[in-house]
């Protein structure tokens, strides 16, 4: 068999792969087929390999696919090397110390925003955002900072494809690319949950190059006046991270 197509298997498992990661919940080989567009004969092949290393368990009662235990070793693997992690992780404890809110940090991966850090404060804090957790990239201040560095190509066809059916949410969110590229940084209230507030500043190497995003989260009720507060000390630490790159 050529290199292409090697490549070509290569990428049907891991599209596999990627669609039971991305659910969040077990799935059915017929739905993960009609989701990845394969034939079901051709999914089972696949769910096969990845059972075998590992990386996909079957549900011994419901038949269901889940991630497997060789997940369990990436996890670790990706947090004790990360450098993004190992970048950021003093500085979003000490955001954490110094706020008394809670901190994420974000990464933009395959057409979803994935929360890969998270630090809670003591105080109580009602929010979906959850270490491994993917959300979509059009809503909240999280996924529209790192929308608005990835690059403009790549940027247009997630919108269109996400927003093309509804042109008023669609101009609205473009404009709002805009502020966001030029103050380095986005706000959100109740937009992905009800009553949390967010602040969220995009990590940019160098080069000009986007790492991630580092988000700060309240409940709205406790920001109050303190908003000017918790976005200028957000935007620091976020550009002392910037700077390691």
Same mark, same amino acid.
């Given at each position: 068999?050529?290199?292409?197509?090697?490549?070509?298997?290569?990428?049907?498992?891991?599209?596999?792969?990627?669609?039971?990661?991305?659910?969040?919940?077990?799935?059915?080989?017929?739905? +993960?087929?009609?989701?990845?567009?394969?034939?079901?004969?051709?999914?089972?092949?696949?769910?096969?390999?990845?059972?075998?290393?590992?990386?996909?368990?079957?549900?011994?009662?419901?038949?269901?696919?889940?991630?497997?235990?060789?997940?369990?070793?990436?996890?670790?693997?990706?947090?004790?090397?990360?450098?993004?992690?190992?970048?950021? @992780?003093?500085?979003?404890?000490?955001?954490?110390? @110094?706020?008394?809110?809670?901190?994420? &940090?974000?990464?933009?991966?395959? !057409?979803?925003?994935? /929360?890969?850090?998270?630090? !809670? /404060?003591?105080?109580?804090? @009602?929010?979906?955002?959850?270490?491994?957790?993917?959300?979509?990239?059009?809503?909240?201040?999280?996924?529209?900072?790192?929308?608005?560095?990835?690059?403009?190509?790549?940027?247009?066809?997630?919108?269109?494809?996400?927003?093309?059916?509804?042109?008023? /949410?669609?101009?609205? &969110? !473009?404009?709002? +690319?805009?502020? +966001?590229?030029?103050?380095?940084?986005?706000?959100?209230?109740?937009?992905?949950?009800?009553?949390?507030?967010?602040?969220?500043?995009?990590?940019?190497?160098?080069?000009?190059?986007?790492?991630?995003?580092?988000?700060?989260?309240?409940?709205?009720? @406790?920001?109050?006046?303190?908003?000017?507060?918790?976005?200028?000390?957000?935007?620091?630490?976020?550009?002392? +991270?910037?700077?390691?790159?």
């Amino acid at each position: 068999m050529n290199d292409s197509g090697t490549k070509s298997i290569v990428d049907r498992v891991l599209q596999v792969l990627a669609c039971v990661a991305k659910a969040g919940r077990p799935m059915g080989a017929k739905r +993960i087929a009609s989701q990845v567009g394969m034939p079901l004969s051709t999914v089972y092949r696949h769910l096969a390999v990845l059972k075998k290393w590992g990386l996909l368990q079957e549900h011994m009662t419901s038949g269901l696919f889940a991630p497997g235990a060789t997940g369990v070793q990436l996890a670790w693997g990706f947090d004790q090397n990360s450098n993004l992690i190992n970048q950021s @992780r003093d500085e979003i404890s000490a955001l954490v110390e @110094r706020t008394g809110e809670s901190v994420g &940090l974000l990464v933009y991966s395959n !057409e979803q925003m994935v /929360c890969i850090a998270m630090e !809670e /404060c003591n105080r109580s804090l @009602r929010c979906s955002f959850t270490k491994g957790r993917a959300h979509s990239l059009m809503h909240g201040a999280s996924a529209k900072s790192l929308l608005a560095f990835l690059p403009a190509e790549l940027r247009q066809r997630l919108m269109q494809e996400q927003l093309g059916d509804s042109p008023q /949410c669609l101009e609205a &969110l !473009e404009k709002e +690319i805009i502020e +966001i590229r030029r103050n380095r940084f986005a706000t959100s209230d109740s937009e992905v949950d009800l009553g949390v507030w967010g602040v969220s500043v995009p990590l940019i190497s160098h080069d000009e190059s986007l790492q991630g995003t580092i988000t700060l989260m309240a409940p709205s009720l @406790r920001v109050g006046s303190r908003e000017a507060e918790l976005i200028s000390l957000t935007r620091k630490a976020g550009s002392r +991270i910037s700077n390691r790159f």
